[in-house]
């Protein structure tokens, strides 16, 4: 069984910022591409940005130059380090992974359980 929890989110004013973090744990091999996505009320799950295990990072274009993502292979963690916040970044966001799991082995995509973010004066 492999989970991710990720954590960190709240209630911050425009400009603002935030840390997510996700942790994954279980029966890990190895984890592939992490990812954060987010969803908005009334939207669709979007992409907001991704790293490989080798560190290659890519944005959605509403984020480029405020959100930074980042991994740490030896902890099997994920983080999303969020400035300048606007009202328009409120969601739920949610941590993926692409993980090789043992016992069996098996290729997994998971997901965390979400952490709301709301940007509000």
């Given at each position: 069984q492999v989970q991710l929890v990720d954590s960190g989110g709240g209630l911050v004013q425009p400009g603002g910022s935030l840390r997510l973090s996700c942790a994954a744990s279980g029966s890990i091999y190895s984890i592939d591409t992490m990812a954060w996505y987010r969803q908005a009320p009334g939207?669709?799950?979007?992409?907001?940005?991704?790293?490989?295990?080798?560190?290659?990072?890519?944005?959605?274009?509403?984020?480029?130059?405020?959100?930074?993502?980042?991994?740490?292979?030896a902890?099997?963690?994920?983080?999303?380090?969020?400035?300048?916040?606007?009202?328009?970044?409120?969601?739920?966001?949610?941590?993926?992974?692409?993980?090789?799991?043992m016992y069996p082995s098996r290729y997994l995509n998971v997901w965390g359980q979400g952490t709301l973010v709301t940007v509000s004066s």
């Open positions: 939207k669709e799950r979007e992409l907001v940005a991704t790293i490989t295990r080798s560190g290659n990072t890519n944005y959605a274009d509403s984020v480029k130059g405020r959100f930074t993502i980042s991994r740490d292979n902890k099997n963690t994920v983080s999303l380090q969020m400035n300048t916040l606007k009202p328009e970044d409120t969601a739920v966001y949610y941590c993926n992974a692409g993980v090789l799991a």
